[in-house]
């Protein structure tokens, strides 16, 4: 495979699972508890952009804001969560040189939970307003991540071992703290939620909430695409790059708040989603090689793909219930990645 | 292009690792660093390609230290082949040649096809170029030493450093990486363990002990026998070497 196929490999792959990205946002409009024949669901979609279409039916008020309200945000949410998800793990394995890790390896997903759980059941950041929990989430997700930073660079500068301490020692004060609360909750309703909330969901979907997405996920997949060199580099290490002509160190620090900002958002969307950012990256890097040229657009519609799909599944498998999506894609994404692992090609990186 | 270091000391806590090395290395001269394990070789090394700051001293490339010089000025400079290159992640070897490019590159800027073919030349001269698209963690430990080469020669600078470039190769590779080192026509700085091949292929060596310079000549001038029971501590004997005017060595025993 010449580096002219490699690319067109890439392009290849990237068209058809936007074709599939494409065809699995039909699907979830298409499914859900109140029935919209395919012909009806067309118009109702059509109507929006072309004003010779109209729609006939009594009902269009009431099937126009199924799907333009409720399914349309949350497939376009499930998509920019997915993408964000996967292309952070990618940069948080460049970031700490390591394959194994994922968006929370740093302890956002921890720093996240105690948010949550001090908003649910302490009623902190009530004066945030409606969306105080999600809100508090991300202020959580932001002081570890940025806590993380601080601490790995106390002492000398940061390294990938050092930000994974920090990352470990930080998540488990958080755990701590969070159990803590927890255990001496009187409020079983409110516990309930913390945990629902832990597991993530994406019904909280609303337009108002895409338009900030699409800048906080878009706009990070774009900047780190154009920084393919230097994150191919990282992988490398701080020796290589040194003698190639980067001080990686700075870069690191700049991923690393622009990645964290993406996860805290996504976050805030959707509450914490496993698997995703770990599970895209390897199925990746083991069919395109781990060039970042093809490693970050193909991640970004394979993990939108991957929670558009799963967030439909999740919504439709048991009727009138939803089941959180973090159940769905570990239940999914588990077997799959042992699956990766037994296969004898793919070593994850280690030889 | 010359390479200058004077007065270079390093240290780890109350471990002195290098206690004041001079150094100087000519416009393409060839120089071979010798001496026992943990002589400070590769520490040098590294001070010299950046990835250790002497405690003291300075480096001077072509005249300017070190420290006045950009990361990417000082890899403009001089291309190095580390000891270590293990990696955990996977590229094809095409991808780690053409990373030699990249001081040349300003940040958004793509490989264009003049970098495939400085990429494709310096894989022909180590003889890898129909390995382009093998992933580099299936070669073998002495294919990936002469893909790590490639992209040094890829870097297309003046100047090499080489830390025990011959490791893992078998006797043909030896050779032949040398004489490609050689041909470069840039100016050389390289730790090598085999003395015959040091005295083969250097105009000069410098032999390190206890992190300091203890000789340094022409490898008929400093290679005597008695020289090499005080550094390495073997008995040895020297007679003709391959090459005009070369010497080979031939160890006998240990010093008892």
């Known amino acids: 495979m010449s580096n002219r196929t490699h690319t067109l490999t890439v392009v290849g792959v990237g068209i058809i699972l936007i074709a599939l990205l494409i065809a699995g946002m039909a699907w979830s409009l298409f499914l859900g508890t109140v029935h919209i024949p395919a012909n009806t669901l067309w118009q109702v979609v059509a109507s929006k952009f072309v004003d010779t279409i109209t729609i006939e039916d009594p009902r269009q008020g009431a099937l126009n804001d199924i799907v333009w309200m409720l399914r349309m945000p949350r497939v376009v949410l499930a998509a920019l969560v997915g993408a964000g998800l996967a292309v952070s793990g990618v940069i948080m394995q460049a970031i700490v040189k390591n394959p194994l890790a994922d968006p929370y390896i740093l302890g956002i997903s921890s720093g996240a939970s105690t948010g949550a759980t001090v908003a649910i059941l302490m009623g902190v950041g009530i004066a945030f307003g409606e969306e105080y929990v999600g809100i508090m989430a991300f202020i959580g997700a932001m002081v570890i991540s940025f806590g993380v930073l601080i601490i790995a660079n106390m002492g000398g500068r940061a390294n990938a071992i050092k930000l994974l301490l920090a990352g470990m020692a930080l998540s488990a004060v958080c755990s701590a703290f969070t159990s803590i609360i927890v255990y001496f909750a009187n409020d079983k309703e409110g516990i309930q939620n913390v945990i629902f909330w832990m597991m993530g969901s994406l019904a909280g979907a609303n337009w108002d909430l895409i338009g900030i997405m699409l800048l906080v996920i878009l706009v990070p997949i774009v900047f780190f695409w154009s920084q393919t060199r230097i994150l191919n580099l990282m992988l490398l290490g701080d020796e290589v790059a040194i003698t190639l002509g980067i001080d990686l160190h700075r870069y690191r620090q700049l991923y690393l708040v622009m990645s964290s900002i993406m996860i805290g958002f996504a976050v805030y969307a959707a509450g914490i989603i496993g698997f995703v950012g770990l599970l895209i990256p390897h199925i990746v890097r083991q069919a395109l090689g781990t060039n970042h040229k093809g490693l970050i657009p193909i991640s970004a519609l394979g993990g939108a793909l991957l929670l558009v799909v799963a967030d439909t599944l999740s919504r439709t498998i048991i009727p009138h219930t939803e089941l959180p999506i973090g159940i769905l894609i570990s239940v999914i994404g588990a077997p799959a990645f042992v699956y990766l692992m037994i296969k004898q090609t793919y070593a994850f990186g280690g030889n | ?256």
């Open chain 2, 1 to 256: 292009m010359n390479l200058q270091a004077e007065q270079v000391a390093f240290g780890i806590g109350q471990t002195q690792i290098l206690q004041g090395i001079d150094l100087k290395v000519q416009d393409r001269e060839i120089v071979g660093l010798i001496g026992p394990n943990g002589s400070g070789k590769s520490t040098l090394l590294k001070c010299i390609y950046r990835t250790l700051h002497p405690n003291a001293g300075q480096i001077m490339l072509n005249g300017r230290a070190l420290d006045e010089l950009s990361f990417r000025e000082s890899a403009l400079q001089m291309a190095v082949v580390a000891q270590h290159n293990q990696y955990q992640f996977d590229f094809s070897v095409m991808d780690i040649v053409l990373m030699g490019r990249m001081p040349h590159k300003k940040l958004l800027e793509g490989d264009t096809p003049g970098d495939y073919t400085i990429a494709r030349r310096a894989l022909a001269q180590v003889g890898m170029d129909h390995m382009e698209t093998r992933s580099f963690l299936s070669l073998s430990g002495g294919e990936q030493q002469r893909v790590i080469l490639a992209r040094a020669l890829t870097q297309e600078s003046p100047c090499l450093i080489l830390d025990e470039p011959t490791n893992h190769l078998d006797i043909k590779y030896q050779l032949e990486m040398l004489e490609i080192v050689r041909d470069a026509g840039v100016t050389v700085l390289m730790a090598v363990h085999d003395l015959n091949l040091a005295s083969q292929f250097c105009h000069r060596l410098v032999a390190l002990e206890k992190g300091r310079v203890v000789g340094t000549g022409t490898p008929k001038e400093l290679l005597t026998p008695e020289f090499i029971q005080n550094l390495y501590g073997v008995h040895s004997r020297i007679v003709e070497g391959p090459t005009e005017d070369s010497i080979h060595i031939i160890f006998t025993e240990t010093v008892k």
